[in-house]
């Protein structure tokens, strides 16, 4: 039965990096830089879930929605006022990395002054945090629920990005953006869009994050380098790019604590990325 | 006057700090986020030869630079390949192992309980015991730093940095062997950053594993990009600002921790608004 828990488990986290690496891929394809913003707003994600449903004890269902919404709102406002700025001057992607990384610093900072440094669970009581029972396997409600919701929200942009107006705009705009704007596709109003779509997965992985195990305001850049990872070593050019890298990431993150131990974990997207650089730098799969 | 000698002290280990991390990323172009990594070596090298093994400190100042060089070296030899944001990745993923190594290995650094009771330095009898000897001491090395940095910027070694800087691939078509260029500063870099961290680790007397995090490696970034890229002028410039502003917020009595989150914010908004506004920064002659 342990193998079937694992493979449970694999699932479950597979899908919680297949979500962030799937956010993480919409910016990164569209405007091609590392957008560190990223791991702001998953933390956001999770302190607002905190805020609305454990502060302001609204109903949880609300207050995900609430939460996630604010997330996506927070990269939004993001590419409104910093990015949107940098691409007209097109400046080099290292000025937009480095400013997404102080986006990252500074909201990690502002949310610690307001939250603390300790770190901050979302579920009100213990019986929040309920288990369900998978054929003698168990998994907490909320992995449950993100293996559930993950797999719609990844059939959902898949249809989305192959088969609406917006999907098409978006794989213009990351083909050649210049040439999109040529042909008359908003490339201003979908690059929003993106990014808002984009805040919304990474709020969506703050808020399992703060169920599960909690936050602390240095999480956001904890979370980043395998969400990086994952994304990168799957494919960056490619949607299901992101899922297949996770799933790698989520599987030698398994080998590794069954042959060296735990707390070695966070070497491995590190170890993955540097493999990957030299192998095959593009990742596995193409557009 | 003992807080203005402490002042210095920490300009001068900062500034030494900043003044690698430009030769780094401002002379080449690499933009490194390890340097809080090579200045954690740096100190914990001295900190373990010290209180484990009876090195004097004034020893390990030598022995510090060649151990985080020849790290540095081990781990450039893949490094020196990327370029750019994959560098970026590159360096922190090194940072993230390092944190993780410095906070696990407890036998060999004490993790999170650290290493206490670090000597200071002393030679032929005299110890660096008082503020004012060891600003004096650290203002030396930071001395020796910058004359290293203005002979490497005005050498023929520099001006190949400044190219690749600008454009690896031409330079590569005139024979360069760029990854050489770049693997070597990144070891004379890291080399440098180790000496601030004995400095430190012989100053505070006691180091843990959360003082090497990202967020000193943002201060540098902070400082680096704030006095300008490519300048050594810069760099000391940049380290002198963001250690005197900040101190003056000590003044206002916030509780130790909220001040240090301010800051960390400050940091962070000041290189989205360097990025916007002033991507050269105070003296820089180079744009990102």
């Known amino acids: 039965m342990i193998t079937w828990q694992i493979f449970l488990y694999i699932i479950s986290s597979g899908m919680y990096f297949s979500l962030m690496a799937l956010g993480f891929g919409f910016t990164l394809r569209s405007v091609k830089f590392f957008n560190l913003a990223y791991g702001g707003a998953f933390l956001v994600g999770g302190y607002m879930m905190f805020f609305f449903y454990r502060s302001l004890s609204i109903f949880f269902p ?12 927070y990269l939004f406002l993001c590419y409104i006022f910093i990015f949107r700025a940098l691409l007209r001057r097109k400046a080099k992607s290292l000025v937009l990395l480095i400013a997404s990384f102080g986006v990252l610093v500074a909201t990690s900072a502002i949310l610690g002054m307001i ?23 168990t998994l907490n409600t909320s992995e449950f629920f993100l293996i559930i919701f993950a797999f719609i929200i990844i059939v959902t942009f898949s249809y989305m990005r192959f088969h609406t107006r917006f999907g098409r ?5 990351e083909d050649d953006s210049e040439v999109a704007e040529l042909v008359g596709i908003p490339k201003d109003k979908t690059i929003s869009r993106i990014f808002f779509i984009s805040g919304i997965c990474a709020g969506l992985g703050g808020v399992v994050e703060g169920l599960n195990s909690g936050l602390i305001p240095a999480s956001g850049l904890f979370y980043m380098l395998p969400t990086i990872v994952a ?10 790019g992101g899922i297949l890298g996770a799933f790698i990431l989520v599987i030698v993150q398994q080998l590794t604590i069954f042959f060296f131990g735990a707390s070695w974990v966070q070497a491995v997207p590190f170890a993955i990325l540097i493999i990957m650089l030299f192998v095959r730098p593009e990742g596995i799969l193409k557009r | 006057m003992e807080y203005l000698y402490h002042i210095l002290i920490l300009i001068s280990m900062y500034g030494i700090l900043a003044l690698a991390q430009n030769l780094v990323m401002g002379t080449t172009g690499l933009l490194t986020i390890a340097g809080a990594a090579f200045y954690g070596i740096g100190a914990y090298t001295a900190a373990i030869l010290a209180t484990k093994f009876g090195f004097n400190i004034f020893s390990t100042l030598f022995i510090a630079p060649l151990a985080a060089g020849l790290i540095a070296l081990m781990v450039g030899e893949s490094f020196a390949r990327f370029r750019d944001d994959y560098f970026m990745l590159a360096t922190l993923g090194f940072l993230m192992i390092f944190n993780t190594v410095a906070r696990n290995w407890e036998d060999f650094t004490g993790g999170s309980y650290g290493i ?39 050498s023929s070694f520099g001006r190949v940095l400044n190219a690749i800087r600008e454009d ?14 770049k693997l070597l500063v990144f070891a004379i870099g890291a080399a440098l950053s180790s000496l601030s961290g004995v400095l430190f680790a ?3 007397t006691f180091i843990d594993s959360n003082l090497f995090t990202v967020n000193e490696s943002i201060l540098l970034w902070a400082m680096v990009i704030l006095g300008g890229l490519a300048k050594n002028r810069g760099a000391l410039l940049g380290a002198l600002l963001l250690i005197v502003i900040p ?7 916030f509780p130790v921790e909220f001040a240090a989150l301010l800051r960390q914010c400050m940091y962070g908004l000041l290189l989205v608004f360097l990025m916007l506004y002033r991507p050269k920064g105070i003296l820089g002659t180079y744009k990102l």
């Open chain 1, 62 to 73: 609300a207050a995900l929605l609430f939460s996630i919404i604010t997330s996506g709102l």
């Open chain 1, 115 to 137: 939250f603390g440094n300790q770190p901050t669970f979302v579920p009100r009581r213990l019986s929040d945090v309920g288990t369900v029972n998978i054929l003698g396997a």
């Open chain 1, 169 to 173: 705009a978006t794989r213009a705009i």
């Open chain 1, 231 to 240: 994304a990168v070593v799957g494919g960056m050019q490619s949607f299901w």
């Open chain 2, 116 to 154: 206490a009771g670090i000597p200071k330095p002393h030679i032929f009898g005299f110890v660096f015991d008082t503020p004012l000897s060891f600003m004096w001491l650290s203002l030396v090395i930071i001395m020796i730093v910058t004359t290293i940095t203005y002979f490497i910027s005005r």
């Open chain 2, 168 to 181: 690896e691939d031409a330079l590569s078509v005139f024979g360069y062997k760029t990854s050489t260029y």
């Open chain 2, 202 to 204: 012989s100053y505070l």
């Open chain 2, 247 to 253: 101190e003056g917020l000590r003044f206002i009595g």
